[in-house]
């Protein structure tokens, strides 16, 4: 079993920050990509960032130059800083990791979810 824990979300108004972490903990040989995703009410759950096992993100549009995915390896841990915050950005977000276990199985696993809110 992994378990990912999030923390960092919370209100903010309009053009601030907010760092949220991913700690991924358990039976992890080694964590291949890891990623955000969000979800707005009424919405689908879609791609915000990810990183590689090295040092490769990918970002959707709406949050390039705004957001910056990064991960400390040691630590098993995944971030993302978010600025210039807009109330489109206002969402759940899960964070999301590939784990190879010490089983030899490979698995997708998510989180529980940091709300996020932009608003003044």
């Known amino acids: 079993q992994v378990q990912l824990v999030e923390s960092g979300g919370g209100l903010v108004q309009p053009g601030g920050f907010l760092r949220l972490s991913c700690a991924a903990s358990?039976?992890?040989?080694?964590?291949?990509?890891m990623g955000w995703y969000r979800q707005a009410p009424g919405k689908q759950r879609e791609l915000v960032a990810t990183?590689?096992?090295?040092?490769?993100?990918v970002y959707v549009d709406s949050v390039k130059g705004r957001f910056t995915i990064s991960r400390d390896n040691a630590k098993n841990t995944v971030y993302l800083q978010m600025n210039s915050l807009k109330p489109e950005d206002t969402a759940d977000y899960y964070c999301?990791?590939?784990?190879?276990?010490?089983?030899?199985?490979?698995?997708?696993?998510w989180g529980q979810g940091t709300q996020v809110t932009v608003s003044s």
């Open positions: 999301n990791a590939d784990v190879r276990s010490w089983d030899g199985s490979r698995t997708n696993w």
């Open positions: 990183i590689d096992s090295g040092v490769n993100t």
């Open positions: 358990g039976s992890i040989r080694s964590i291949n990509a």
